[in-house]
Structures are given as C-alpha cells and as structure tokens.
C-alpha cells in the first residue's frame, strides 16, 4: 500500500503560477509510475501528467510547455509545476501512483486549483 498527500493547491490569477507536491509513504522506487490528474466541475477526471520509475514523462496536450512534472527521490515526492495559468486549468488536482508490485491505482485526496481571469 501506498499513502499519497498532495499539497500547494490554491487561488492564482491567470498567467501565475503555482507547484503542486504529491509525499508517498514508501519509497518511489516501489512506484512504478505516479501522475497528476484533474477534475473540473461537471466534467471526468482527466490526465494531466505523469512520470515513470525511469523519469520517462507524458503530458496532456493541453498543459504541454507550461505544466512540468518531476521527482524528488530522496524526500519520495512528485511534483507538478505549474506555469502560464490559465482559468480552464481550474479543479481538484489528484495524484495518483501505481505499484512496481501491483496492479491497483492508489490515488490522494485532491488539492484545489483554482485561476481566475
């Protein structure tokens, strides 16, 4: 099992910027891959960025050149930089993790992001 804290959430205006953190409880080399993901009000919970054990990285197109993920393997945290707000990047910030050893998706209790315009 795997606890996940997410914090750095808050109230930005558009063009700032803001960095989420994302603390395990173990080890991030136990987690094969961890990621942020979003959730606008009325709308599905939808991937934002992730980052493997390997540091490979993948990001939704829509925060490509303006969101930056990374990892801090002695403090077992991820990070979501987060520059060039925008009003629409507006939700609940969640992180996720996956396992080297399982297949089941641990997920934090979410960070409020909002941007106004």
């Known amino acids: 099992q795997v606890q996940l804290v997410e914090s750095g959430g808050g109230l930005v205006q558009a063009g700032g910027s803001l960095r989420l953190s994302c603390a395990a409880s173990?080890?991030?080399?136990?987690?094969?891959?961890m990621g942020w993901y979003r959730q606008a009000p009325g709308k599905q919970r939808e991937l934002v960025a992730t980052?493997?054990?390997?540091?490979?990285?993948n990001y939704a197109d829509s925060v490509k050149g303006r969101f930056t993920i990374s990892r801090d393997n002695p403090k077992n945290t991820v990070y979501l930089q987060m520059n060039s707000l925008k009003p629409e990047d507006t939700a609940i910030y969640y992180c996720?993790?996956?396992?080297?050893?399982?297949?089941?998706?641990?997920w934090g209790q979410g960070t409020q992001v909002t941007v106004s315009s």
């Open positions: 996720n993790a996956l396992l080297v050893t399982s297949t089941f998706i641990y």
């Open positions: 173990r080890t991030i080399f136990t987690i094969e891959r």
């Open positions: 980052i493997t054990r390997r540091d490979t990285t």
